[in-house]
């Protein structure tokens, strides 16, 4: 093959002359040797040893246990210094030993001492149902969550989710949308194509229906 390269300027464009060639051979024998020792035994440069990189994983940024609160009505509420969760209404359908149990979702950070009146509502960022343990105020599952668009980037649903993992242990999450796939793949989850959680998935890609998963 011919090569075309660029000389000093003012110099005409040629062909490699033979100095040259017999130069890139060198280069080359002696990027070949630095894969040998001496007794001709591989070094650990040589392609076939090298470690290969290990792969990051996402760990999830640990948040505040919450500390839990009885209302009136049997309503109750779930907080830390960064997220509080208020509510505890019936929300459809429930699950054998567990009741669906909706929650307001107020984003505390950077607040000093207690809300009053309309800050409330300037702090609301949406809400969560989740499946509550009759009897108990155990969470086991998030069935939903919703955020109008204006507050899905600040981060307020990945500190109430993460906080609510970290009070109870673990977090299953029920019917999770492809869109949603990423999130919770960021989130530590592992996917199940069950809701029994009896089958964990490898991969994700090609999945039509919702899937589950645990956090």
Not at 69 to 97: C, K, P, T, Y
Request: charged share 30%; proline share 5%; aromatic share 10%.
């Amino acid at each position: 093959m011919k090569i075309i390269e660029f000389l000093n300027e003012g110099d005409v464009v040629g062909f490699p002359t033979q100095d040259r060639k017999r130069d890139v051979q060198m280069d080359r024998l002696r990027a070949r040797s630095s894969y040998y020792n001496d007794d001709g035994s591989p070094t650990d440069d040589h392609p076939d040893l090298r470690k290969p990189e290990p792969h990051l994983k996402l760990v999830p940024i640990k948040e505040e246990e919450m500390s839990t609160h009885d209302m009136a009505m049997g309503m109750f509420a779930m907080q830390n210094s960064q997220v509080a969760l208020v509510g505890g209404m019936r929300s459809g359908n429930s699950r054998a030993g567990f009741t669906r149990l909706k929650f307001m979702v107020y984003d505390l950070r950077g607040v000093e001492g207690q809300l009053q009146g309309d800050e409330w509502d300037e702090r609301e960022a949406g809400f969560v149902e989740l499946f509550v343990k009759n009897g108990t105020k155990e969470v086991e599952g998030l069935v939903n969550i919703e955020f109008p668009p204006a507050k899905r980037k600040g981060g307020v649903g990945r500190v109430a989710i993460q906080s609510l993992k970290d009070t109870f242990g673990e977090l299953r999450v029920y019917d999770i949308q492809k869109k949603a796939i990423p999130f919770w793949r960021k989130m530590g989850a592992t996917f199940y194509g069950d809701s029994h959680f009896t089958k964990p998935l490898k991969k994700t890609t090609g999945v039509r229906t919702g899937l589950y998963a645990i956090i």
